[in-house]
Nanobody, 128 residues
Framework: QLQLVESGGGLVQPGGSLRLSCAAS????????IGWFRQAPGKEREGVSC????????YYANSVKGRFTISRDNAKNTVYLQMNSLKPEDTAVYYC?????????????????????WGQGTQVTVSS
């Protein structure tokens, strides 16, 4: 059974940090482009970041650039999203997603339908 499981969410004060993990089972994350998305209540799903497999290239939404860092550990079959300097507007459910057909994020990395498998999400709440 192919599965993605996110973890690491929680409640953090503004300016704090969290590291989200996306672990795969039933398939390897190697040779896959992996994306992170988020959805806040009442808002559309937003692409946050993506990491390619072929060259490790990374992509970020403007709203998180300079604060978030995506990385992957193929030995652990896990992708991470390090989130620093968190703001209340970062509050959302965060999802990871795998593109089983491409090693590259590409120019459409932020489009949800590019991805084949999704995790169940982890809640991130930034509040004082």
């Amino acid at each position: 059974q192919l599965q993605l499981v996110e973890s690491g969410g929680g409640l953090v004060q503004p300016g704090g940090s969290l590291r989200l993990s996306c672990a795969a089972s039933g398939f390897t994350l190697d040779y896959r482009a992996i994306g992170w998305f988020r959805q806040a209540p009442g808002k559309e799903r937003e692409g946050v970041s993506c990491i390619s497999s072929s060259d490790g290239s990374t992509y970020y939404a403007n709203s998180v650039k300079g604060r978030f860092t995506i990385s992957r550990d193929n030995a652990k079959n896990t992708v991470y999203l390090q989130m620093n300097s968190l703001k209340p507007e970062d509050t959302a459910v965060y999802y990871c997603a795998a593109d089983l057909h491409s090693v590259m994020c590409g120019s459409n990395w932020y489009v949800g339908r590019k991805y084949d498998y999704w995790g169940q999400g982890t809640q991130v709440t930034v509040s004082s």
